[in-house]
C-alpha cells in the first residue's frame, strides 16, 4: 500500500511542475527592436511601455544604440546587442575587440542589464567569404576581451542563422548543415558555444515555408500533420519541424546539448495583392499561437519537456524597409504604440489600458484613467523578494523622480529597508503616472491599497 507521504507528493508534484513552468516560462518572450523607420517613439518611451504594460523581459537589436541602451538602464530587461556583419573582420584584432567593448557595452553596463552580444546577423547566409572565416575568430577575440573586463559571466556571445545553413530539414530528422566551407564554420561556432555555454541561434519563419496548402500546419491550427518515418514523431506544426531539423542537424555534428533560441520569428500583418493568409488576424493568430506554445512547456517530438527563448520580430512596423509590403508590416505596434493587433503580450492588468492613453511626451499614461474612487498607494507585495525591490527603486530613481526622501537623513530613510524604501519609490511612481492598476504592477509586486502606509514625518 503507498504510504501517505508519497501519496501526498505525488498529488502535488503536477501543481509544483506547474509553478515551476509558469515561474520559468514568463521570462522567455522577447522582441526584436529594429529602427529601419523614420517615426518611432523616442527609446525612454518604448522602454517604460514594455516594462510596465506588457510580458517582454527580452529585447534584441540589431544594434549598439546608445539611446536605446540608456533608456533601458534600470528596468532589469534583458539586452541582446549586435555587432554589424562589416565590423566582424575588425573583431579578430584584441585591441578593437577592447575599445568596441568598453565603449559600447562596459560604459552602460550594470545599470543595462546586457545580457548577450550577437556578433552579426545570418552571417552565413552571405556570399562574403571574408566575413564567414572571420566570424568564429571574432567571437572568440570578443569573449576574450569580455574575459578582461570580466563579463565573460554576464554576458554571452552568439551569432544568428537562417534556416538556408540547412541542406536538408525535411523530414526534420534529416536536418543536416550545408556540406564545405558551412558545415566547417558551423563545427567550429558550435564547439565556441560549448564551452562558453552560449546557444545556437536560428530564425525560423514559417511564413517563409508555408503555401496554400501548408497554413494550417505554418499556422498552428488543427491539421493532418507531417510523420516522420524515421523518427516515428508526428508534427503538427511548422515550428517544430524546423526546430528539429536544426536539432538533428547539432546531434549529427555531436552538439545535441548545445541549447536553441529562437532568435527571431513573425508573421506580417499586412502583404502585397493576392498573398493568401497576409493580414491582421492571421498575424494576430500566428503570434498569440506562438506565445503560447513555447511557454507551454511542452517542447518539440525531438526535445520534448522544455521552452524556448523567443524573440518576436518585430516590435514595430519599419516603414524605411525595402522589399515587398509584408518587410514593413512585421511589427506588433505602430509608431504611435498602439497595437495593430493583441498578441496577448499585454499584462493581465494592462489589457484594458489603451496604449493611445499614453503621453507621447513623457512615455506615460495620462493621468485620471483610473476610474475614480477614493485616495489609493501602491506598495510591495508580501513576497516581493528584495532583490526585486531593488531593482524597482533603480529603476524610478534612475527616471529622475525625487528619490531624496529615502536617502540618508532623508524623512523617508527610517526604516532603513529595501521593502520601506521600495514602498515610497513605487508609490512615487504610481502617484505621479495616473495611478492606473498597471502603474503600480511592477512585474507583479506591487500591491494597490486604500490605507495610507505614511507615518510620522513620512508623508506619501
Known amino acids: ?124 547566409s552571405t556570399t562574403d567569404d571574408s566575413v564567414v572565416s572571420s566570424l568564429v575568430p571574432a567571437m572568440q577575440t570578443l569573449h576574450a576581451a569580455l574575459v578582461g573586463e570580466d563579463l565573460h559571466r554576464r554576458i554571452k556571445i552568439s551569432t544568428p542563422h537562417s534556416l538556408s545553413i540547412l541542406s536538408s530539414s525535411s523530414p526534420p530528422s534529416s536536418g543536416r548543415f550545408k556540406q564545405g566551407n558551412i558545415v566547417q564554420v558551423v563545427r567550429q561556432l558550435l564547439g565556441f558555444l560549448r564551452a562558453t555555454d552560449s546557444p545556437f541561434m536560428i530564425n525560423p519563419y514559417p511564413f517563409f515555408g508555408y503555401s496554400g496548402n501548408t497554413l494550417d500546419y505554418a499556422m498552428f491550427r488543427p491539421n493532418s500533420g507531417v510523420f516522420d518515418e524515421m523518427t516515428q514523431r508526428k508534427y503538427t506544426n511548422m515550428l517544430d519541424a524546423q526546430l528539429d531539423a536544426t536539432y538533428s542537424a547539432m546531434k549529427q555534428l555531436g552538439f545535441g546539448e548545445v541549447e536553441i533560441v529562437i532568435a527571431e520569428t513573425g508573421w506580417p500583418s499586412r502583404g502585397d495583392p493576392g498573398q493568401i493568409g497576409v493580414d491582421t488576424e492571421s498575424a494576430r493568430e500566428f503570434n498569440g499561437n506562438l506565445i503560447k506554445h513555447v511557454m507551454s512547456g511542452l517542447g518539440t517530438p525531438l526535445m520534448p519537456n522544455r521552452t524556448f527563448e523567443t524573440y518576436i520580430f518585430a516590435l514595430f512596423n519599419e516603414d524605411l524597409k525595402p522589399g515587398p509590403t509584408s518587410e514593413r508590416n512585421f511589427g506588433l505596434f505602430h509608431p504611435d504604440m498602439t497595437p495593430v493587433y493583441n498578441s496577448g503580450i499585454f499584462r493581465h492588468k494592462a489589457r484594458s489600458k489603451s496604449p493611445s492613453n499614453w503621453n507621447p511626451e513623457r512615455g506615460v499614461p495620462v493621468a485620471g484613467n483610473n476610474g475614480g474612487g477614493g485616495k489609493t498607494w501602491c506598495i510591495p507585495t508580501s513576497g516581493a523578494s528584495e532583490e526585486v525591490l531593488q531593482m524597482n527603486i533603480d529603476y524610478v530613481c534612475g527616471l529622475g523622480f525625487d528619490c531624496q526622501p529615502i536617502s540618508k537623513g532623508g524623512r523617508c530613510f527610517y526604516p532603513d529597508s529595501v521593502r520601506a524604501h521600495a514602498a515610497y519609490a513605487m508609490n512615487v511612481y504610481y502617484q505621479a503616472t495616473g495611478r492606473h492598476d498597471y502603474d503600480c504592477d511592477f512585474r507583479s509586486t506591487g500591491a494597490i491599497t486604500s490605507s495610507n502606509p505614511g507615518y510620522g514625518r513620512c508623508k506619501y
Do not use: C
Open 1 to 124: 500500500m503507498e504510504k501517505p507521504v508519497t501519496s501526498f507528493l505525488r498529488t502535488l508534484f503536477p501543481l509544483f511542475l506547474i509553478f515551476f513552468l509558469v515561474k520559468g516560462i514568463k521570462g522567455n518572450i522577447g522582441v526584436n527592436y529594429g529602427t529601419v523607420a523614420d517615426n518611432l517613439p523616442p527609446p525612454a518611451q518604448v522602454a517604460r511601455f514594455l516594462l510596465d504594460s506588457t510580458i517582454i523581459s527580452r529585447v534584441k537589436l540589431y544594434d549598439t544604440n546608445q539611446e536605446i541602451l540608456q533608456a533601458f538602464a534600470h528596468t532589469g530587461i534583458a539586452i541582446t546587442v549586435a555587432v554589424p556583419n562589416n565590423l566582424i573582420p575588425n573583431l579578430i584584432n584584441l585591441k578593437f575587440s577592447q575599445q568596441w567593448l568598453i565603449t559600447n557595452i562596459a560604459a552602460h553596463v550594470p545599470a543595462t542589464n546586457i545580457v548577450r552580444i550577437v556578433v552579426g546577423n545570418e552571417v552565413l
